[in-house]
């Protein structure tokens, strides 16, 4: 495995966690990071001895000894720090939305395609072992024909002015749902409200009607007290729940319950080594592609103009 600098766009709470793992990757440094926050930077030279410390994201996208960056940045700035890390023949690993619209999505996976670049979006339950287990049981038909998948993503947060709870965590929701289907929603209907604010909404129920004639529906808020990381599956012969965060599985059948035997893994980690090992083959689709990042994007789209119409929305 040959030697790769990366760089590290933005290190507030998450790209603080992105600089910790690449840091113990073996033949891999951060050799430059960026935020607007003194704080934050000095954390990574003190913690991580990260040797370059920049305010301003282009400085460490105009490094040329730097092959990688994972952009931790906000939601707003995907699209164009993507286009300009692409455009210096830089690897892109950011984090999920990929962007804001579909529309720009797109053009960042036609750039990287040009550029015969690896471009990849922060995804992280593609490299979740209870859930790759649920996948592999599915896929032989242990649970039989699907019926439902629930999806629950809640927790208390601050209220957030430049984001809301769609944008935020239904990516998680739409990715999951094609990871385990390996098939996109048919159509989607959409609810949700705002609650401590007059805009941004903090709330939402998402129904995805299938392919297969499965339906699957999210609960995401960001207003409920308990932090709720979870997703059953009913099926036919069986069913399970699973902790997206403990990696626990626990399956009902006839009237009994057991867990599986997951080995809970390091999800970040597993996905940076996955992105750095793609770049030494970038003509190969990753488990975790633009396309991927674009058509999660397309998926919210269709969920907000459910949500704008009151209607069902075809995607």
């Not at 287990?133 to 019926?147: Q, T």
């Not at 998948?149 to 749902?177: G, K």
């Not at 390996?182 to 909404?201: F, L, N």
Request: glycine letters at 6%; proline letters at 3%.
């Amino acid at each position: 495995m040959r030697r790769f600098e990366v760089g590290v766009l933005g290190v507030g709470y998450w790209g603080r966690k992105i600089v910790e793992e690449y840091s113990s990757i073996q033949n891999v440094k951060v050799k430059a990071v960026s935020d607007l926050m003194d704080r934050n930077l000095e954390y990574c030279r003190d913690r991580y001895q990260v040797p370059n410390l920049v305010h301003d994201y282009k400085e460490v996208i105009a490094d040329s000894s730097i092959q990688a960056v994972h952009i931790c940045l906000p939601n707003a700035l995907h699209y164009q720090a993507c286009k300009e890390a692409l455009e210096r023949g830089k690897h892109v690993l950011v984090e999920k939305p990929i962007t804001l619209t579909s529309e720009e999505g797109r053009k960042l996976v036609e750039l990287a395609e040009e550029k015969n670049l690896t471009l990849s979006v922060g995804h992280i339950y593609r490299f979740n072992n209870a859930l790759a287990e649920v996948k592999r049981l599915w896929k032989e038909n242990f649970f039989g024909r699907v019926f439902l998948l629930n999806l629950t993503w809640t927790n208390l947060e601050p209220v957030f002015s430049d984001r809301d709870v769609i944008v935020d965590l239904a990516p998680h929701y739409f990715d999951i749902v094609n990871y385990l289907f390996e098939a996109w929603p048919q159509r989607i209907t959409c609810v949700a409200k705002p609650y401590r604010q007059k805009a941004q909404e903090e709330a939402a129920y998402i129904i995805s009607e299938m392919p297969s004639g499965a339906v699957s529906q999210a609960h995401l808020n960001w207003v409920s007290p308990k932090k709720v990381r979870q997703i059953e599956v009913v099926g036919e012969n069986r069913s399970c729940t699973i902790d997206a965060v403990g990696q626990v599985v626990t399956v009902y059948e006839s009237g009994y319950t057991y867990q599986l035997g997951v080995v809970r893994n390091n999800t970040i980690r597993d996905e940076l080594l996955h992105f750095i090992q793609s770049i030494g083959d970038p003509s190969a689709e990753t488990r975790n592609s633009g396309s991927i990042g674009v058509r999660t994007v397309e998926m919210i789209e269709g969920a907000k103009e459910s949500l704008r119409s009151g209607c069902s929305v075809e995607v």
